[in-house]
């Protein structure tokens, strides 16, 4: 009897790690990212709803990259598999937390901001339309919402922080990647969300304080000369109370969802831990 070997699954075989909402690998020079919705990177390899936001996930990049190269390119995509060029460089967080020149620091967060407002010219015509009313973690009061009435829509990269930026070596440059989800939006909301991911950098290790290693002001200078627009700073604050308020509901989740023995010392530090977060965080609006 004539046995026949299984085919071969390069992309199957691979060992990944479980991230929130991915699983990674990397070989060959590839960065692996599984779409995840399940424990099993195989199931999910195969699943039609992982390819669908993997899919997603492949064109908003081709595109976003087309804009700027800045914006890493995947190399192809393998049902629910993107497939990225490994970068070997530090993430821009882990940069700004290591005891770095301050000259290291400003020109990493100029190229993002100089990247944003690039970014913020693309036709974002053929993007869905966010819905303020209903996709937000901090309903817009009257005031609030008179106010985007008025404003022009823009791309809007819901994924753009600190930790979504990785340092490629031979080319000496930033490259962005995972924006989560391409919109029709206001461009304060993307931001809003890069300063809120620099306030909380120091993370739980250090308290509940924001830090304080850039300019704001200075971050959107730089935002401004090249954007489409300047941004609303009544808008602004709002996105980043809004921004505060995402990373809370998440943290929130995240603790009840603890074992037992420790989840009620973990919600309690968490709601204080956010308390104090909103109110050094009013201190720096614009």
Same mark, same amino acid.
């Given at each position: 009897?004539? @046995?026949?070997? /299984? ?17 990674? +690998? ?36 081709? !595109? ?15 049902? +629910? ?6 970068? @070997? ?27 944003? +407002? ?18 937000? !973690? ?19 990269? @819901? ?16 490259? &962005?990647?995972? #924006? ?6 206001? /461009?304060?909301?993307? !931001? ?7 306030? *909380? ?6 308290? #509940?304080?924001?830090?304080?290693? &850039?300019?704001? =002001? ?15 700073? #009544? ?19 995240? +603790? ?7 989840? #009620? ?11 104090? *977060? ?7 609006? =614009?």
């Amino acid at each position: 009897m004539i @046995t026949v070997a /299984p085919p071969v699954d390069p992309i199957g075989d691979l060992a990944f790690r479980r991230r929130k909402e991915s699983w990674v +690998a990397e070989s060959g020079g590839c960065f692996y990212k599984v779409v995840r919705r399940s424990n099993d990177p195989r199931r999910d390899l195969d699943d039609p709803a992982c390819a669908a936001i993997a899919t997603r996930e492949y064109d908003d990049l081709c !595109f976003l990259h087309a804009l700027d190269p800045a914006v890493c390119r995947p190399t192809r995509i393998d049902r +629910a598999c993107v497939v990225y060029p490994t970068l @070997t460089g530090p993430d821009l967080r882990t940069l700004l937390l290591r005891a770095s020149t301050h000259a290291t620091h400003a020109a990493a967060l100029h190229s993002a901001m100089q990247l944003l +407002a690039h970014l913020h010219h693309g036709d974002a015509g053929g993007h869905p339309l966010k819905d303020y009313r209903r996709e937000n !973690f901090l309903p817009p009061g009257p005031a609030v919402l008179a106010r985007m009435q008025g404003r022009p829509r823009t791309l809007v990269i @819901t994924g753009f922080e600190a930790r979504n930026f990785r340092y490629d070596k031979p080319r000496a440059t930033w490259r &962005f990647f995972d #924006p989560h989800h391409v919109w029709r939006g206001y /461009p304060e909301e993307d !931001f809003a969300r890069f300063v809120v991911s620099l306030l *909380m950098l120091p993370g739980r290790r250090r308290g #509940p304080r924001t830090w304080a290693g &850039f300019d704001r =002001f200075r971050l959107l200078g730089e935002y401004e000369a090249l954007a489409p627009a300047r941004l609303d700073r #009544p808008l602004l604050n709002y996105f980043l109370d809004e921004k505060l308020a995402m990373r809370r509901f998440h943290a929130l989740r995240s +603790a009840h969802r603890a074992a037992f023995a420790v989840r #009620p010392i973990g919600v309690a530090y968490t709601r204080f831990y956010y308390q104090r *977060m909103q109110r050094a965080l009013a201190l720096q609006h =614009f």
